[in-house]
């Protein structure tokens, strides 16, 4: 499964919930208002992010996407009704070159970035 990242990962790891409600478990449902909707996907770009931070530190390459298509989602992953897949992960070692630290970054001085108490 290529993504952007790995161009031929080792393995996808979906980025999966309960979904919330009375009736999660016989059908799926989104939450019930914007609020929480938006924390859930708060919570999994967090969990992901930091899912992708550990594998970088480890050497392994990824790369996430968001996961559309929750029937497809269902059939290929073969998760249970009532649960929300949101992103997945591919994992794997790039191709062409370890994944590493750059020793000496191109950045723009950090005081051209930050600003404080005016722009």
Do not use: K, N
Not at 14 to 42: N, T, V
Not at 50 to 60: K, S, T, Y
Not at 76 to 99: Q, S
């Amino acid at each position: 499964m290529p993504t952007a990242g790995t161009p031929s990962c080792a393995v996808a790891v979906p980025s999966c919930g309960r979904r919330p409600g009375p009736r999660a478990r016989r059908e799926a449902r989104q939450p019930e208002d914007q609020l929480h909707h938006d924390w859930l996907l708060y919570d999994f770009g967090q969990a992901t992010a930091h899912m992708m931070l550990a594998a970088a530190d480890l050497g392994i390459g990824s790369g996430h996407s968001a996961v559309r298509d929750q029937g497809q989602a269902q059939r290929v992953l073969g998760f249970p009704d009532g649960y929300l897949a949101v992103y997945l992960i591919g994992l794997g070692y790039p191709a062409g070159r370890p994944l590493r630290p750059i020793a000496r970054p191109d950045r723009r001085p950090f005081d051209d970035v930050v600003h404080w108490d005016h722009w």
